[in-house]
């Protein structure tokens, strides 16, 4: 009988366990971007997260200004070939003109009913509007939040022929974790539609609905035949989300300055300015996307010509550079990209 | 020398303090709305909190979708004789005209300079709007927040002659507090300006600025002469706040409907109905100014006639009992008024 070593054979395992356990917490506490390569994109986040989280640090932030701000398509999920929202609508039509068959020899709707996409590429900005007030207004929020919600679960990328959902960024994933580990309210700012976004943005992001700042349009009250009041949504834009639209939307909406802003466009570059602009620490990112075999590469800084989605101007790339705000290369800085990635 | 028994006293003394710190503690865990007397308002608002954070109750409300939504005027703090904006912007056109010399002899500053009450009284709504858009806007969103600050600090209700922001209900604060404490976000829905709520909500009512839905103006991105990013306030309404506006207010800064509801007017008809018409345990209260002594008594529920002011009528007050909202009566409901009330 040889209690002892057997005992001591547990305690030995266990032991290992309990370091392999602390080895793992160790390293997580080291590493808190799993998904980012070193250098320095990765640097300038843990840094900043330092710094303003350091009661010691000159360039503390009290929790509760711990406001940062995301750009949604092309900064934290895919945006190409077509912004998801856009794809949504388009594929709204047919149920549209099924409700109202006199739209169904009515341009734009039947160019898209034709499915002939060399005709819908040539669709206007002017038609597009049209298709996005058709097919996103005129209902109730619950019925647009219930068509959205089933559109999500059955669609698929053509791409990757995957839920448009999973297309979010792991390392932009890690961001979101990590800043609000620290204390930081995590908010979309997104030229998107605001209420296509909250459907999902707390199953897809961890953001809630009321942490969403995007285009919006306005609703109106009234009742139903019972007298149960609900809200429909109007084609009326109260707030176009884009460019000065950005910091605009955040002070409508959030009432606080940033403290870090992410996004990928021109669309973009007005609320890293106004980030930016602010005393004490400040972080402004770009994301280039420069990775044509894992991603998408497109804009002038990826040595590709540029395009209406996701615009990279030279001229957006020139102020980055200027104002020290500092470009994410996904190529080079994102170990992985999506969460399926081997 | 006595040694013992003196430090058996210093027990006895410091036991009977513990047991008092522990008696108090209790009372408070019992009594979770001290500035209320026991009676049916505080009876609802206490199993409300019950039934929608008990695991086990049918009616139990994940914490995510905990929101709380109150007016700010004649519910949170006094209207009364008016309200506390407006005094702002009466009390700023002095500023405005000595940076405007020419509105000097215009109506209806002319009759503000004046400072005639009698004739101040008679200005329409249209002379009020103008009054607002002259004090509110066409300032740096940091410009108008300093000059609100200032102001709060120095102004002084004429009845109570301290700051207006002492002039909160003290019930209230209980059932924000109460509320928070077990997992709700609190947010002011008021047909008053947001900008302006915002600059004192955090210190006042705990609600931060990202928390304070209003009526709101839209606001304009420029840069000064250093280049420096900045948002102008611009006479151009956005939300108003008020009515169907406040539903349609919830809906675009918060996107989720409240399980409580707090007013006192007409204006908030369409959030307690909205609050209401959700599933589950939904909570719908309306404070009644019947307190004429402690505070201010009107409208015809109170035995007086209506004003224009906080405005609660007679329809109202039979919607509510149609309805199963329930009237808070200030006389009976509230123990104390004011924290500084003996």
């Given at each position: 009988m040889k209690p002892i070593p057997s005992f001591s054979v547990f305690t030995r395992i266990f032991t290992l366990g309990?370091?392999?356990?602390?080895?793992?917490?160790?390293?997580?506490?080291?590493?808190?971007?799993?998904?980012?390569?070193?250098?320095?994109?990765?640097?300038?986040?843990?840094?900043?997260?330092?710094?303003?989280?350091?009661?010691?640090?000159?360039?503390?932030?009290?929790?509760?200004?711990?406001?940062?701000?995301?750009?949604?398509?092309?900064?934290?999920?895919?945006?190409?070939?077509?912004?998801?929202?856009?794809?949504?609508?388009?594929?709204?039509?047919?149920?549209?003109?099924?409700?109202?068959?006199?739209?169904?020899?009515?341009?734009?709707?039947?160019?898209?009913?034709?499915?002939?996409?060399?005709?819908?590429?040539?669709?206007?900005?002017?038609?597009?509007?049209?298709?996005?007030?058709?097919?996103?207004?005129g209902i109730s929020v619950e019925e647009f939040n219930a068509e959205v919600t089933k559109w999500l679960a059955e669609a698929k990328d053509p791409r990757w022929k995957r839920p448009y959902t999973e297309l979010t960024y792991l390392p932009m994933q890690d961001v979101l974790k990590y800043l609000r580990a620290n204390g930081y309210q995590t908010y979309i700012v997104t030229g998107g539609g605001q209420d296509f976004v909250r459907v999902y943005s707390e199953t897809t992001y961890g953001i809630p609905p009321e942490q969403v700042v995007g285009s919006a349009g306005g609703t109106k009250y009234g009742y139903d035949k019972a007298g149960k009041p609900f809200l429909t949504k109007e084609p009326k834009l109260l707030l176009n989300d884009d460019n000065a639209g950005k910091p605009e939307g955040i002070h409508l909406?959030?009432?606080?300055?940033?403290?870090?802003?992410?996004?990928?466009?021109?669309?973009?570059?007005?609320?890293?300015?106004?980030?930016?602009?602010?005393?004490?620490?400040?972080?402004?990112?770009?994301?280039?996307?420069?990775?044509?075999?894992?991603?998408?590469?497109?804009?002038?800084?990826?040595?590709?010509?540029?395009?209406?989605?996701?615009?990279?101007?030279?001229?957006?790339?020139?102020?980055?550079?200027?104002?020290?705000?500092?470009?994410?290369?996904?190529?080079?800085?994102?170990k992985r990209i999506f969460a399926f990635d081997p």
């Open positions: 309990a370091l392999l356990a602390l080895g793992a917490q160790a390293f997580a506490q080291t590493d808190p971007l799993p998904a980012w390569n070193d250098g320095p994109a990765k640097q300038a986040i843990v840094a900043f997260v330092k710094d303003t989280t350091d009661q010691a640090s000159p360039k503390f932030v009290p929790p509760a200004e711990r406001i940062a701000t995301f750009d949604q398509d092309g900064t934290l999920w895919v945006e190409h070939p077509m912004y998801t929202q856009v794809m949504y609508c388009l594929e709204r039509v047919p149920a549209v003109v099924a409700k109202k068959p006199e739209l169904k020899h009515v341009e734009p709707f039947k160019t898209v009913l034709s499915g002939n996409r060399e005709a819908m590429a040539k669709l206007t900005m002017k038609d597009l509007e049209e298709i996005l007030a058709a097919t996103l207004t909406m959030i009432g606080r300055r940033p403290y870090a802003a992410f996004g990928n466009s021109t669309g973009d570059r007005q609320m890293l300015e106004y980030t930016q602009a602010g005393a004490g620490a400040r972080l402004a990112m770009l994301v280039l996307h420069d990775d044509a075999t894992r991603e998408y590469a497109y804009g002038p800084a990826a040595g590709l010509p540029d395009t209406k989605v996701g615009a990279f101007t030279q001229a957006l790339y020139d102020e980055a550079k200027k104002d020290g705000w500092i470009v994410i290369s996904m190529k080079n800085d994102w």
